[in-house]
């Protein structure tokens, strides 16, 4: 890799977390059935409130796209979220890749979600990560659908080859989509483009997997030669080496467990290296000419049902 300059410390990239249990991943689908997950060990708590702590010890703001089935359950957590100043987006309800749904199965699982965290945390859910990254080429309506359930900003599109998910010749930076059920912003998690294609920093497996340096070197890149922020994810049972194992196959366990016992040091270390905040404030700050249509600002959380006011642009 060739060397770059120190990041541009003017540059706020965006901390994201995926909050899902360790057994509601994807990759575990034919291995762990929907209705066995209520009586699983569940670890997702503690979990996301090491994650809270790990930001209040560095003071970053982070968005949490969080799966309602996890808030029906411990709405306390989400409170917890919203109440430490971070931004409560949706990653849907029963964790489905989307191109495996219909459209209206999708918008009653959005819509659910949607809901219920609204209620819990009383502010707005602008925000929508799909199940692994699952919008793709053959699921795209689902923007559509996205924007008529009110959703501001999508962060499903990972321009990369993959055999999930992946777009591999979409934008690689925030952008806005005239859909025809309206616009949306389009959020991706972050790429560097070499030798013409398209290769993760963005977190996830790839922070794991990869050498720390692999993803350092692809923000530093982002920040000082494409001036770009980056868009990082994590997810809280990656800091949790000491998870339940489950029986799957060869391939989805390296995917899962290779170096959870590495991964709280390496964020430690990320969040030295650069600057951190939500999602919704990327989105702000890159598509502002463009008039987006994000919020600018919005007041804390008051008891109760949605509360907050928000000032549109």
Known sequence: MAAVAAPARSIVNAMSVDVEDYFQVSAFDAAVSRDSWDSRESRVCA????MLELFAET???????VLGWVADRFPDLVRRIADAGHEIASHGYHHRLVYELTPEQFRQDIRR???VL???????VLGYRAPSFSVTARSLWALDVLIEEGHRYDASVFPVHHDRYGIPGSPRHAHRLERSAGSIVEAPASTVRL???N?????????????YMWTRWGIERLNTVEQRPAIFYVHPWEIDPDQPRIAAPALSRLRHYRHLDKTEGRLRRLMRDFKFSTVCKLVQTSCAADGAGLPTSVE????GPVTRRVTWV
């Open 47 to 50: 979990n996301t409130d090491r």
């Open 59 to 65: 003071d970053i703001l982070a968005t949490f796209f």
């Open 113 to 115: 979600a949607k809901d």
């Open 118 to 124: 609204e209620t819990i945390s009383g502010t707005p």
């Open 195 to 197: 030798a013409g294609v």
């Open 199 to 211: 290769l993760p920093i963005a977190g996830g497996g790839y922070f794991r997997l990869l050498p």
């Open 300 to 303: 804390p959380r008051a008891a």
